[in-house]
């Protein structure tokens, strides 16, 4: 496989209870997996599969930064760039700033591969669309991969979006 769309099941719940949805509960839509245990499924049924030069675009928020940081580097990745996903929403954790971004980390190993040329500069370290529902990804971030790389073969890692031009990986394939 060339290139991975990780969007990784991280080990956390939702927030507290809000007036505005009383009922909900704090359990996410899907399961999560620990941290040790998602690497270690990562490292035995994603990794192997990857073409000896291919890219990671890894999902993730400030809560998991810095370890996911640590743990990719581990595997001897190199960043590329943090592209910032705004989702002109999100909560309010403590009652302190609105957290509504999220980062998607663009890694590869052993080199860059090179873009579409006809994409060059295209693209910035921001994109702006508002979120849906929970763990739904922006479609814009897929645009700008697919266009980045038309000819890559792709897997959607932890995918609940069915794609054209995408293989899937995960157990809720087709949620959205």
């Given at each position: 496989m060339d290139l991975f769309m990780l969007d990784p099941p991280w080990p956390q719940t939702k927030g507290g209870r809000r007036s505005a949805r009383p009922k909900q509960g704090r359990a996410l839509d899907?399961?999560?997996?620990?941290?040790?245990?998602l690497w270690d499924l990562l490292d035995k049924e994603i990794f192997p599969l990857a073409a000896v030069?291919?890219?990671?675009?890894?999902?993730t928020i400030d809560k998991f930064l810095l370890q996911t940081h640590a743990e990719i580097f581990a595997r001897e990745y190199k960043l590329h760039a943090r592209i910032i996903w705004n989702k002109t929403n999100g909560v309010a954790?403590?009652?302190t700033l609105r957290f509504s971004?999220?980062?998607?980390?663009?890694?590869?190993?052993?080199?860059?591969?090179?873009?579409?040329?006809?994409?060059?500069?295209?693209?910035?370290t921001?994109?702006?669309?508002?979120?849906?529902?929970?763990?739904?990804?922006?479609?814009?971030?897929?645009?700008?991969?697919?266009?980045?790389?038309?000819?890559?073969r792709k897997l959607d890692v932890?995918?609940?979006?069915?794609?054209?031009?995408w293989e899937q990986y995960g157990d809720q394939t087709d949620v959205f």
């Amino acid at each position: 496989m060339d290139l991975f769309m990780l969007d990784p099941p991280w080990p956390q719940t939702k927030g507290g209870r809000r007036s505005a949805r009383p009922k909900q509960g704090r359990a996410l839509d899907y399961a999560t997996l620990d941290w040790r245990d998602l690497w270690d499924l990562l490292d035995k049924e994603i990794f192997p599969l990857a073409a000896v030069n291919h890219a990671v675009f890894l999902w993730t928020i400030d809560k998991f930064l810095l370890q996911t940081h640590a743990e990719i580097f581990a595997r001897e990745y190199k960043l590329h760039a943090r592209i910032i996903w705004n989702k002109t929403n999100g909560v309010a954790p403590a009652f302190t700033l609105r957290f509504s971004h999220e980062y998607l980390l663009w890694f590869y190993k052993p080199t860059l591969i090179p873009i579409a040329k006809e994409q060059r500069g295209k693209f910035t370290t921001v994109i702006t669309e508002k979120a849906r529902q929970h763990s739904r990804k922006p479609d814009a971030a897929y645009a700008m991969v697919e266009a980045l790389y038309p000819s890559l073969r792709k897997l959607d890692v932890f995918s609940r979006e069915k794609r054209h031009g995408w293989e899937q990986y995960g157990d809720q394939t087709d949620v959205f």
